[in-house]
């Protein structure tokens, strides 16, 4: 068969035809519609079944493409020029200076990609010495507050723009020069050397300008008692790393007084008890129980208004022992069992090394304390009035006149700076500030007095700020700015330098317009203010050096102050004092909310008191003699009325240890435009608490008396973290006295460790010798003063969020690190522990409750106590609790399903559940609950979700964090300090971590001392946790 | 021929005949539902309601919602889960341990009994199910293998050996309640006239001919069954015990818990079937089934494991004194003389105090008094667990963190909640199947041909 069968498509090949073979030589057979396509034809549908698959096909594809795609896109924007400084992910540290009160601590900021997140005290400080109170901790939340103001505002209005601010206010203040009306700046103290430059200058453009400064809580009576006694009005710098023997009326020196987180150092020094250097003795008579005198050895309740006779009373017996005269006194001047006369043969024997010290207002009273000082020789040893304390020197009288001035319009303008009168003076200044012609305030929020202002130039924070500071003559602090002012805002001292004309000339700054964070920092006119000054001082090298370091101390000036006081002139006051007839009233400072100018910031109100452990409301503390007297329970509220004011339902707390006649109240709550946390009116937000400084009257004085008390109708319960307070006399503190430890260091430890029967061998990671590492923590009971810095600290560190007070009244709150506090009641027999025996003493009482009076206190911190043998991990269904080989009980959030078993099986109810979500939830509106609160959240630490367990990680992330140092820029481990945030934070180094293997560290040390014992050892849960004996010095007197 | 004793009471009263039983135990099932079926019905719908609307409001919003705090970390949820499991003890101990000691008055109350525990371990299984912070994940404590990496679960933690234990108590009462229907199912398969109810009841009764063979296969795993669950008797509230006994906790951490439970757990099963039984006989015609002479069985019983338990709190009191442990020591003064001292006595009274009352006959006999009496021993029952549970964990070991606890509405709802799904259960049970084993009780008439 021939192969030429011949196949065809068409008729068209078959016929070959031409026009067909022509088209075959072509690419596209057919004509393309190319015509049609582009004329206006082609935009219609009249594709045909091949487009329509071809698009079917593509769309369908693409379709499946983009929903492939899961997740929102969120973009993270790089940074277009990196800052040299900033390596993402690793934090850099600024030194500066504590804005959180007017002491004036040296801080260390830390901040992470652009953002502070952590204050802690910075170690070259004088006043720090490395810790930093809850106060100072929570001030940079305020950085990131929501009721800052983002823009000036005039008469209430939000104006974007700093020119007409600047022009309306400039122009208002030349008409008032010109017409020679008087201007007040009311300040706080101010120390800083160029701010007082800025008021100078503005001063110098504004002759009719008076700077007056005020401190919400005075100090007018030591301030004018020395002013009369040494013809010097300020401070002096207290030495109390000095003094073996500590007497304190009434002055909570360790809390609120002064310089807190500086006595506290260094009033620790002493209190460890030492072989060598002794242990120092500390007498505190007052009449409500602070935390200072928790802290005592002798704590004797002394009613407040007879503190000048007490006082008095101690000079005698020290005037008696060296032959000097001595001031008549009123009968009954001496304390119950004359504890006055022992505190003065404590004092005679430590003469030249011992301190005296009153927190009272009275300038009387700081009258005789000086005399006594100076009897004691105490100056230039305990006392230096030379190189004194520029933190507090707010005149008092200064103030009075301003507020009448400007009601009966003699001054026409006031600026307010750090002040907020309306508050913390009483509310009469609103209408007098109506009056002024002009009124400005450069508070960073709307607050009571900004409110009513016509102007407020809001001051960048101080974590935003160039400053200085000298809180002690001759020490300077700089501040240093660690992010670009969140807000339109502007330093205060820049707005008064630019309305006195009087800024310095801008360096032309290539970049300053890059917004790049360094050269828009040194480019602010402030900036150079201070620069200029201080390198003309000292030379630019050592202005960089001292900013690097935060400060520099110049050296001290030498010679004693002159005393020319005389106590002789007091007499006629004295005899003439009568203690009130009626119920005394002290006015104190919270330890977290302190004077109140951090109005809305929820980690102080979340921080339970020291003592009575109550969080988010001030109370009027009563002693037990007046609660039975009225008949008030837990959930009783009073009304109280003195000088004038009325409150009605106030919430009552029983503190024991409150002097009988005696109640007490906090300053710094009732904001009435403090925000959403602190209460607004405006916003519609009720206050916190009753605002306590309308009782003052003019002499600031703290002490109201004849206040008049009766129980309220209604019932408010508080929150309270701590609702147990007797330990039922347990084993769980050991205590002892110094006395039995000279002779014994195991005094009060002696009980035997337990004996364990055990058929396991102990794991390989705890024996010694082992090469990893073995993480402990060792707390000195001795040193831990009580103060819950430690507890903001580590709030801050590990993201803990503030749950409310509601929550908190469940008992619910999230804290890691708590201060169980637990009062043992003293008879003159015995001292009580237990709840029943108090109750048959209280049974048998005739209504003095003399016992209530006498409690005696112990702190003691409580976190998670990673026990070798842990008791929550072994119950844990799905492992979520674990243990590491490194002595770590370690917390899954991840696998957590939320059985809580753990939490239950925990002897020390360290374990904190998620009972919701706490972070983007409008139920727990706090910093979690917006972007600008979020920026402090340390991004080291998970946020954790709803329904997981927490608890104490010993700062995981920190010791993750030397590790990878050491493995990345080489060393050794055992040369790397690793902080926890507690123990970071600690004033008086209370708290100490770090690795059991290495036998020469400080932890493997302490863990060996005599006085280490772990509480609930007899469970042989082997916690890693280990305390030191509680000495108290109170055979001594 | 069945011998008829001259002292003992018979099991079956009435003279009633094989065809008697099956008419009266069909009955309802084949007939419209009763209006007292209809009024309990929907009561016991709304209570489901209350717990369906509990329930989301703590899943939607948190744990949060329920009173629980920082100390007492386990409140109603958890008292709720034992009391539930308790009750659910008394249907495997009628069918199983009855059986093998050949208790033939067990068969006219076993198939509710029966019920009764697969419809309490279904109230119970929702506390440990809801009390879990994220309960979206719980399957995480299943030891399933997973891609999450080498997570396993704990195998040393109790509430792993009770997520076995109600499991496995849970399926094995199901299978015995199951098998133990299949003639009865067959029996009304015969009789319903609807294809739907046809279609159902025949592809439950699988096949059921009723021929020889089966029977005795029928038997012989009754048997098998019955020897499975007697163990579980005693294991799942052992276990259930070993939650508190193997944890540190005053007051939780003791031996004599398992013995201790497995009374508790009789004590109010068998509290929970009274209160049921004299209900049902009443309501349901069926007093010649359920006799006063089952009723008085059932008050002995609880009479001995009210004393038994009661035996148990003393000697808890006993070695709580005896240890010189001064946490334990406070933990039961602090039960009886603390500030939850009422939910202690109320526990004591119901629990070893009431029942003396049935040393009497006529407490044995009188059923109303009978279902009085019940429900006191489970108020007693609830309490215990409460007392257990709340005042071990409020007062431990650090004063610093004793608190009160007080149930929220939700933890209220929720517990009101399970009775709606006990008795939801226990209705449709009581319409669609029949409540009393026929082809058993059958076996003991005493006219039986």
């Not at chain 1, 007017?102 to 490395?130: F, H, M, Q, T, Y």
């Not at chain 2, 009188?366 to 309490?383: A, D, H, K, R």
Request: proline share 4%.
């Amino acid at each position: 068969m021939s192969n030429n069968i011949k196949y065809w498509k068409g008729e068209e090949e078959l016929n070959r035809d031409p026009q067909f073979l022509a088209d075959q030589k072509r690419e596209f057979g057919e004509a393309l519609p190319l015509e049609q396509a582009l004329s206006d034809e082609g935009f219609e549908l009249n594709s045909n079944r091949r487009d329509f698959l071809k698009y079917f096909g593509f769309s369908v594809t693409a379709v499946a493409l983009a929903s492939c795609s899961k997740t929102k896109v969120r973009y993270a924007v790089p940074y277009l020029v990196k800052p040299e400084e900033i390596t993402p992910g690793v934090a850099s540290y600024y030194r500066s200076t504590c804005g959180g009160c007017n002491a004036g601590c040296g801080v260390e900021v830390k901040v992470r990609e652009g953002r502070p997140i952590k204050l802690d005290g910075s170690r070259d400080s004088v006043i720090s010495k490395g810790g930093l109170c809850a106060t100072g901790q929570a001030s940079i939340l305020s950085l990131y507050d929501t009721e800052r103001l983002a823009n000036p505002l005039i008469k209430n209005e939000e104006v974007t723009d700093w020119t007409s601010l600047d022009g309306e206010i400039k122009s208002k203040l030349a008409v008032l020069k010109a017409t020679g009306k008087k201007i007040v700046l009311l300040s706080d103290t101010i120390n800083s050397p160029s701010t007082l430059r800025a008021i100078a200058a503005f001063k110098e453009t504004y002759t009719n300008v008076e700077h007056v400064s005020y401190d919400a809580v005075s100090y007018q009576g030591i301030l004018q008692a020395n002013a009369t006694d040494f013809n010097k009005r300020s401070l002096p710098h207290y030495h109390f790393e000095n003094a073996k023997a500590i007497v304190s009326f009434g002055a909570d020196f360790l809390g609120t007084w002064i310089s807190p987180v500086e006595f506290q150092a260094d009033y620790a020094k002493n209190r460890r008890p030492s072989a060598e250097g002794g242990m120092s003795v500390h007498i505190q008579f007052e009449s409500t129980l602070s935390m200072t005198g928790t802290n005592a050895d002798h704590r004797f309740p002394m009613q407040a208004s007879k503190e000048l006779a007490n006082v008095a009373t101690l000079y005698n017996y020290l005037a008696k022992a060296k032959g000097l005269a001595q001031i008549p006194v009123p009968a009954n001047s001496e304390l119950a069992g004359n504890a006055i006369e022992k505190a003065s043969k404590l004092l005679l024997k430590n003469a030249g090394k011992s301190l005296v010290i009153s927190g009272s207002n009275n300038t009387e009273i700081q009258q005789l304390v000086n005399a006594i000082n100076m009897l004691l020789e105490n100056y230039n040893s305990t006392i230096d009035l030379t190189n004194q304390s520029n933190q507090f020197s707010g005149n008092d009288t200064a103030v009075q006149a301003a507020f009448e001035g400007l009601n009966k319009g003699s001054i026409s303008g006031v600026i307010f700076y750090g002040s907020n009168p309306v508050f913390n003076q009483n509310k009469e200044w609103a209408a007098a500030i109506a009056k002024a012609k002009l009124s400005i305030s450069f508070a960073a929020t709307k607050d009571e007095t900004a409110a009513v202002c016509q102007y407020v130039a809001p001051d960048n924070h101080f974590l935003e700020s160039w400053s200085d500071a000298e809180p002690l003559k001759g020490l300077i602090h700089f501040t240093q700015p660690t992010i670009t002012p969140v807000f339109n805002t502007r330093q205060a001292q820049e707005s008064l330098l630019n309305w006195a004309g009087a800024l310095p000339a801008n360096e032309i700054d290539a970049l300053k317009n890059k917004a790049i964070l360094s050269q828009k920092i040194e480019s602010s006119s402030f900036y150079l203010f201070v620069k200029n000054y201080w390198e003309g001082l000292i030379g630019a090298e050592d202005f960089q050096k001292a900013l690097e370091m935060g400060g520099f101390e110049l050296p001290k000036t030498e010679g004693i102050a002159v005393y020319t006081g005389n106590v002789s002139a007091l007499a006629a006051s004295i005899t003439k004092a009568q203690a009130s007839t009626g119920y005394d009233l002290v006015l104190y400072q919270s330890i977290g909310v302190k004077d109140g100018s951090q109005g809305n910031n929820p980690w102080l109100y979340e921080l339970p008191d020291p003592v009575s452990k109550v969080c988010w409301d001030n109370y009027v503390a009563v002693p037990k003699s007046i609660a039975v007297k009225l008949g008030l329970d837990e959930e009783s509220t009073v009304n109280i009325e003195a000088n004038g004011v009325k409150y009605e339902n106030v919430p009552a707390f029983v503190q024991p240890g409150q002097a009988n006649n005696t109640i007490s109240l906090a300053v710094g709550y009732g904001h009435t435009h403090a925000g959403k946390v602190g209460g607004s009116l405006e916003k519609g937000f009720a206050p916190i608490g009753v605002n306590a400084y309308p009782f003052m009257n003019t002499t600031r004085d703290v002490l109201i008396g004849d206040v008049k008390i009766t129980k309220g109708s209604e019932k408010y319960i508080l929150a309270q973290t701590q609702t147990h307070h007797s330990i039922e006399g347990r084993d769980l503190v050991r205590e002892s006295t110094f006395t039995s430890w000279k002779k014994n260091p195991n005094a009060g430890n002696e009980k035997s460790a337990p004996h364990i029967y055990t058929i396991w061998e102990k794991a390989e990671y705890r024996k010694d010798g082992s090469p990893n590492h073995l993480w402990g923590m060792a707390i000195d009971l001795n040193a831990c003063t009580g103060c819950g810095s430690c507890i903001v600290s580590c709030s801050i560190e590990n993201n803990v969020p503030v749950v409310g007070r509601d929550e908190i009244r469940l008992r619910r709150e999230m804290h890691w690190i708590r201060i169980d506090r637990y009062y043992s009641f003293v008879t003159d027999k015995e001292k009580m522990t237990r709840e029943d025996d108090i109750a048959d003493v209280d049974a048998y009482d005739k209504g003095d409750f003399k016992h209530w009076e006498n409690v005696s206190v112990i702190h003691q911190p409580m976190m998670c106590q990673h026990c070798a043998q842990a008791p929550c991990e072994t119950v844990c269904p799905v492992l979520a609790t674990s243990h590491s080989s490194e002595g770590l009980n370690m917390m899954t959030y991840n696998r957590c399903i939320g059985t809580k078993y753990c939490g239950n099986n925990c002897p020390y109810k360290v374990r904190r559940f998620n009972w919701f979500r706490f972070n983007d939830n409008d139920k727990f509106d706090f910093h979690f609950n917006n972007p600008l609160g979020k920026m402090v959240i340390n991004p080291d630490v998970t946020v954790r979700t709803r329904g997981v367990m927490e608890k104490c990680s010993f700062c995981v992330q920190r010791i993750q964090e030397a590790k990878l140092t050491v493995k990345r820029k080489g060393g050794n481990m055992k040369e790397v300090k690793i902080e926890t945030a507690c123990q970071r934070a600690c004033p008086s180094n209370a708290i100490v971590f770090g690795d059991l293997h290495n036998a020469d560290s400080e932890i493997s040390k302490l863990h060996r001392n005599e006085r280490a014992f772990s509480v609930l050892d007899e469970l042989n849960i082997q916690p890693s946790v280990k305390y030191m004996t509680k000495i108290r010095n109170t055979e001594t007197i | 021929m069945i011998h008829d004793s001259l002292i003992r009471e018979r099991l079956v009263t009435g003279d009633k005949t094989a065809a008697d039983v099956t008419r009266d135990i069909s009955r309802p099932i084949l007939n419209q539902p009763s209006s007292a079926w209809k009024i309990g019905f929907t009561l016991s719908l709304i209570f489901l309601g209350i717990f369906g609307v509990s329930l989301f409001w703590t899943v939607w919003t948190g744990i949060g919602v329920w009173n629980i705090n920082k100390s007492v970390m386990w409140g109603w949820d958890i008292t709720n889960f034992v009391f539930w499991v308790g009750i659910g003890h008394a249907g495997t101990l009628i069918s199983a341990v009855l059986l093998l000691f050949r208790q033939k008055w067990r068969m006219s109350i076993n198939r509710s009994a029966e019920a009764m525990t697969i419809f309490a371990v279904v109230c119970a299984a929702m506390f440990p199910v809801f009390h879990m912070g994220r309960v979206w994940v719980g399957y995480w404590a299943l030891p399933l293998p997973n891609s999450f990496g080498s997570l396993w679960v704990n195998f040393n933690s109790p509430l792993l050996w009770d997520v076995f234990a109600i499991s496995t108590y849970f399926s094995v009462s199901l299978l015995f309640w199951y098998i133990g229907m299949i003639p009865d199912i067959a029996t009304i398969r015969d009789k319903v006239k609807t294809k739907t109810a046809k279609f159902w009841y025949n592809f439950f009764s699988m096949g059921w001919t009723g021929s020889t063979r089966s029977w005795a296969r029928y038997e012989l795993v009754s048997l098998i069954l019955a020897g499975i669950s007697t163990p579980l008797v005693l294991s799942v509230h052992t276990i259930v015990s070993a939650d508190f006994a193997t944890s540190v906790i005053p007051g939780w951490h003791t031996t004599i818990f398992p013995p201790y439970f497995v009374a508790g757990a009789i004590f109010s099963g068998f509290g929970m079937v009274a209160t049921l039984l004299v209900v049902a006989r009443k309501v349901m015609n069926y007093e010649n089934y359920i006799t006063i002479g089952h009723l008085e069985a059932m008050t002995k019983i609880i009479m001995v494991t009210g004393t038994l338990v009661g035996i148990a709190y003393l000697t808890e009191f006993f070695i709580a004194w005896y240890s010189i442990n001064e946490y334990e020591q406070y933990a039961f003064i602090n039960r009886a003389t603390g500030p939850y001292w009422w939910a202690y006595w109320s526990m004591m009274s119901c629990n070893l105090l009431a029942p003396q009352v049935f040393w009497f006959k006529w407490a044995r006999t009188t059923p109303w008094f009978i279902f009085t009496m019940s429900i006191v021993v489970n108020v007693g029952m609830w309490f215990e667990r409460f007392v257990i549970i709340v005042t071990s964990l409020h007062r431990d070991y650090l004063p610093s963190s004793w608190v009160m606890y007080s149930g929220s509405l939700t933890e209220v709802g929720l517990f009101l909640g399970t009775f709606g799904i006990f008795f939801t259960c226990f209705f449709l049970f009581a319409k669609f199947l029949p409540v009393i084993n026929m082809s058993e009780v059958k076996t003991i008439l005493r006219n039986r041909e």
